[in-house]
């Protein structure tokens, strides 16, 4: 079992930027495609990113495009999601997933969850 902890989350204002890290209880992320996805409360998940295990290639859901980028630290073990001009129809709970394959992430069929940050972007 992985515990996948979020961190980074918080309140903005519109057009700001949060940057949302995700490490591993093991050193294991390397083992996964990694990514976010984000969900609020009554609405349905979405998925916002995702990196390949090697790092070769990075999908995004259409509301990152061009706003978000992940990338991953594989000293540190970690993935992390850079999200800048940020608004306020981003505000949701951003969770950080492993998947065995990148196509699996768009669809939430992932290995492992983490437990979720929040963030919030005020107009």
């Known amino acids: 079992q992985v515990q996948l902890v979020e961190s980074g989350g918080g309140l903005v204002h519109a057009g700001g930027s949060l940057r949302l890290s995700c490490a591993a209880s093991?050193?294991?992320?390397?083992?996964?495609?990694m990514g976010w996805l984000r969900q609020a409360p009554g609405k349905e998940r979405e998925f916002a990113a995702a990196?390949?295990?090697?790092?070769?290639?990075?999908k995004y859901g259409d509301p990152a495009k061009g706003r978000f980028n992940l990338s991953r630290d594989s000293s540190r073990d970690t993935v992390t999601l850079q999200m800048t001009n940020l608004k306020p129809e981003d505000t949701d709970v951003y969770y950080c997933?492993?998947?065995?394959?990148?196509?699996?992430?768009?669809?939430?069929?992932?290995?492992?969850w983490g437990q979720g940050t929040r963030v919030a972007v005020s107009s």
């Open positions: 997933a492993a998947a065995m394959d990148i196509g699996r992430l768009p669809m939430g069929a992932v290995a492992f």
């Open positions: 093991k050193r294991t992320l390397s083992t996964y495609a």
């Open positions: 990196i390949t295990r090697s790092d070769v290639d990075t």
